[in-house]
Every structure is written in structure tokens, then in C-alpha cells.
């Protein structure tokens, strides 16, 4: 079933072209009613929505394309600024409706991951955050050119009042809009009009200051030397934005403009300084840059501002030559989160964050929100791996205290993954995926550690992730085949029936074995079809077994085993009966293989499902028994018919004399269960001595290489006993 967006809003009959620009038109209308308040744009909705569709198909072409590149996502940023949507509250909309649905609506091709969809997505975010700012950026030059000419033009009156007249000169030096002072060659500051007053603060803190005096440690040293220049006839004029001093200690931003003042004989006599006040809108514009590479809740740098400084750690042109990455995710926050709620989990991240912050102890190190509760800390050029371990061991350490929140204390531990190696010979994204592979190894081995990452380890990893991948396609692309294992009487040796056991024919790694993919399949939901799929196949062999044996006291008897993600799917007992109803088997052919784990410790409404298929006649099997923690007094309770005893139990028994500990175990075990009506089967049966051994013991069914290994259904009653001891 088509459950994504092209399946809700496509509808029947819709070509993928068609789907597609459905899906579009769909994050447009959210993209609009986001961002459309908050805009100063005099079109209608209709028309916004209209100059939104060309930006949402840029970046649609830009997430999908072969080979990614975010920077035509900045036009989009530029396309925004130019519809009036400059108010500080329209950046974060514009870029959290990317974030939340571009990928929903908009996905790349198949093959990208979506690890890789996500990095594009973030980096698209950014590539149009800078667009919007460097847009805005030019818009204010723009603006200030305007005022620029304004000022010139109030130059150019001045200079012909001082030539008509002084009271002339004056009204026009007092009424400009914009700061106005006259220094002499020397820089000495003669003259400043009200407007340069209110600028600094007063006209005591300017007036007969030097030029030279303003430094300020925010001024691009670049710019030292251009006055010296000026005045030495090196240059006719310059326009810079500059950083004063207010006589209140404030920072003054202006965009300022020098030039000359010629005598009429041409010779420079004075330096105008023509200043318009852009403190505001330069605030402004550091905002909308910190909002943009900022999370929200934390104030940490944020996913695009770590990708942005990781890809400069990584240019194999610049000075760094290593780099240390340790990606950090939270043990347990998912808990928090539904026991505490969210507004409790989010301080809790505030807190860890505040930690995380004081982990960081040179300018070299970077500490980054990257998702819900995973975080990362960057090392540019490390002295090397220990300098990295002890970053991880600091971030550990600090954590370990109980966090205290609504006079609870909760404690916080995490699980990193570290990467450590020279730059140029990956992609930032090569680099996470890597670090994020090692975190949830340190994950499975308990949390509350670190791991470094290890080529071997993340080629595993990738390969399982590929097979996690191609599942959920491998069965309607006919990649899943049944083997049969036969069920032997020891008392006789005759063929009871068999277990069926699924195998995947994968294209690229060859006949793959249930404990290859089963784990993978119950993790991502695929083991429902699944095994259904087995479930049809395996009574719709039994039923032919049946026609082939016509009048047979016992027919063959198909053994197949129930995960317990299967056990607790609601239309199980309505699947097993239609499969019954469907391929005719008698219930009684069919028996369900059911692991201890799933069954011991069960409460009732867990079991019910249970009940109602024994209900229907067919046997259930309690598999693997003694691996788990056994209470063998619920087994009087549990609606089974077959005890499977795991072959832990008969290792010592594979040659004369047996193990006369395993002997007395599994004979009480046998006696246990004929007296509750229970028939044992044996798995991993190999030799001859274990099956005379069994025999001997009581036990009723063997199975395993020493009878057969599992095979193609015709080979069931074609035994040849090959003794494994």
C-alpha cells in the first residue's frame, strides 16, 4: 500500500508526474500559510502562493539531483527577500517548513538514504538562509546607496554654499538626514552637524577628536590604513562599514563615505565624512544569521552551522589535517519524553546542553544540536585520538549527575560514537554516518560509553542497513524461498513432518539464513507479511504432503514458527484460520512454533491470542525451552501441545558414555512434560549415540543433520542419515 504523500493526495488514475506536482503544490500551500503573515508583500495569498511554486521546484531539483548541490537553493533565500518577506518572523518560518516537509512532499530518488535526504535537506536550509541574508544584505546596500547619493548630493550643495555662501552652507549642513563632519588633512575634527551628534552621543565626545583615535576592536584591521591613503592623494574616496565608540559605551555601527574638499584652486583642503547609523539593521541581520544556525530551544549551534564548519574542517586545502567527531545520543530520553511529557523533556535537553557547553575548552572544539536529543562535538585538527576519548570521557562524566526537574531526579546517560582521522578522504556525510553507526554500537553494548569508530564495524553496519532497505520489496520480487526440515518418531524413525524455515535468495550476498534478516524484519515491521507469506506457503505444501499420503493414519504434520511481533498482531487468529479455510488443511496438520521468551511471564490478554488458535485445533509449540528463565509451574497454564528442548541440552550426549548431567536434566524434563500431556521434540540431533540416548530418555521427536538438513519439500521422505559425530 502507497501510504506516502503521493498516495494521499495522487488519488486513483494519477500518472508519478502528476503525483509529483500534487505533492508540490501541497508543501507550497504549507509553505504559504506559514510564512504569509509575516511577510510585507502586497500580493494576495493567491499570488504569494504563486511566486512560492518555482522556489519549492528549485529546491525539489536540488534534493534530488545525482549529484547534490545546495548553493541553488540560495536564490530561493534571494527570490523571498525581493516578495517582502523580511520581517525577523519569516526566516525561521521559511526554514522550519523546509525542515518538517520537504522531504514528506518533495523526497529524493529511492536510492539517496534517509540519513543522506536529511543532510540535504539541512544543508538546502542553510543554502537559502545565506540567499536570504546576503539578499537583505544587498537590499540595505541598496537602500544606503540611495542615502549615499542623498549625502553626495548634500556634499555637492555644501561645496557650492561655501562658495556662494556661509549661511547657506549652513542650512544645508544642520538639516541633512545623515552624519556630516569636516576634519582637516591631519584628521583633527573641525566641524559635526546635529545629525553626527546624535549618532555618538553628544557633540563633546566628537569635536576635536583625532580620526585616528576611533579604533574599535570590531573594525576590520583591513581598513586601518585607507584614510592614511586619502590623504596622501593614493585614493580619491572611501565607503566602509565602521564600528565607534558611543560616548555611553555603546557600539555605533556606520556605513561612512570619505571624500575630499578642494580649494577652488583644487588642492584638497578638507575631509567630509558622511555617516548613516545601520546599528539597527546590522542587528537585525546577526539575528536572522543566529536564528538560522542556531537551535531554537538550546541556543547550541545547530545542524547546518555543524555541517558548515565540519565541511571547512574537511577541505583538504586548509590547514586542518584531522579532525575528532563524537556523536552523542541520550539513553532512554524516549521515556522521559512519554513519562514526563515534552515540556520536562525539553529542559532536560536544556540542562544537557548548558553541560555539554562547559566540555568545550578550547576555540578548536564545537558543540552542536543536531536532532531531538542527539548532539555533537567537533575537534578540528586533534593532536590526536586520546585528546578525542577524553572530549568523550568529559561529556560522559559530565552527565553522570541526576538532573533534578520538578523535584524529581532523572538521571542522564548517552552513548557515543567517536570518528577520528585525517581530512580530504571523505564527505561530511560519510563522516556522521560513520559516527552514527559507532554510537549505536556503543548503544548495544549497554550505553553510558564510547566506541571508536572501526572500518569493519560500519561495513557491517552499511550492509545491514542495505538489508534492511531491499526487505521490504524482497518478497513481491519473489526473493524469500521455504526449506523443510523433517521431524522424525525416535521410536521408530519414521517422518512425522517438518519445519518449515524461510530462506532469502538476496541478489548481491547469496541464500541468506532466518538469523540474517528475521531480527531485521521484526524491527521494521516486515515480519507480519512475512510470515504470513511463510504461513500460506508452508499449509499449502502440507495440504499437497496430505493428497500425496491419501487415507494416512498420520498424515505429515507442517511445523512453522511465530514471531512474537506476530503473536501480538491483532488479525493473527483471523489470518491462521483463512489460511486453514483457504488451502483446506486440518487444523491438526499445523503446528506453531512459539520462543519461550514470548510465552513464559505472559499475563493473560497476551495469551489469549493463543488460546483462541489452540481453540481451533491447531498444536502449539513451546521453542528453544531452557534457554530463557523458565518458570516451569506456568507451563500447567499455557496452551501447548509440544515442548521443543533446546540443544544446549543434549551437547553432552553426542557420544558413549553421555554427560550424566544432561541425561538427568533431560530426563526430568521428559517426565515433566508427559505428565503434562506434552510431547518433546529435540533439535540439533547429530549423531547416532544422541538419538539412541534420546530414545532411551523417553523423548518422542528428534530433528537435525544427523536425519536431514532443511531442504526443497520433494526430499522430505528421501533421508539418508549422515552421522555429524
Known sequence: MNTGPAGAWGGAGHRPEQDEQLNLRRFVTIWCRAIYSVTATSMTRGEFEAHLIPQARI??????AERFDPRPAAAVGAALVDAHCTDPEALPSILGVIDAYLVLYCPPDPDVSADEA?????RLQHAVAVGF??????????????????????????????????????AVFESAAVGIGIADMDGNVLEINQAAARMFGGEGHIRRRNVQDWVHPENDPGNRGLNGELVRGERDGYHIEKAYARADGSVLWANLQVSLLRDPAGEPQYQLALLEDITERRGLLQRLRHQATHDALTGLPNRALFFERLDQAL?????????????????????????????????LLVDVAERLRDCITSPDQLVARIGGDEFVALYTDPPGLTAVTDLATRILEALATPVTLEERDLRVHGSIGIVHGPVGSRGAAD????????????KELGGNRYEVADPDADARAITRHGLTNRLPGALERGEFFVEYQPLIGLENGAVLGAEALVRWGHPVHGVLGPDQFIPLAESTGQIVPLGRWVLEQAARQARDWHREHPGADHPPRVNVNLSPI?????????????????TGLPPGALCLEVTESALIGGDEDALKPLRRIADLGVAIALDDFGTGYSNLSSLRWLPLSVLKLDRAFTRGMRR??????????????VSLAHSLDLTVTVEGVETRAQAEHLRALGCDHGQGWYYAKPGPPEALHRLSLADAG
Not at 138 to 164: D, H, I, M, P, V
Not at 656 to 669: C, F, L, N, Q, T
Open 431 to 442: 563522516v556522521l554516518r560513520s559516527a552514527d553507526i559507532t554510537m549505536y554500537r556503543a
Open 118 to 122: 536529511r543532510i540535504r535537506c539541512s
Open 656 to 669: 558413549h558414555p553421555a554427560d550424566p548431567v544432561d541425561m538427568k536434566i533431560v530426563e526430568g524434563i
Open 59 to 64: 529546491l525539489h531539483e536540488a534534493l534530488r
Open 315 to 347: 577541505d583538504a586545502e586548509g590547514p586542518t589535517t584531522r579532525i575528532g567527531l563524537c556523536y552523542l545520543d541520550l539513553d532512554g530520553f524516549k521515556t522521559v519524553n512519554d513519562s514526563l511529557g515534552h515540556a520536562v523533556g525539553d529542559r
Open 133 to 170: 541574508s546576503q539578499a537583505l544584505r544587498e537590499r540595505t546596500l541598496a537602500e544606503q546607496e540611495s542615502l549615499s547619493r542623498a549625502a553626495l548630493g548634500a556634499q555637492a550643495e555644501a561645496e557650492r554654499a561655501l562658495a556662494a555662501s556661509e549661511a547657506k552652507f549652513r
Open 566 to 582: 506476530q503473536l501480538h498482531h491483532r488479525d493473527l487468529v483471523a489470518e491462521i484460520s483463512a489460511v486453514l479455510d483457504e
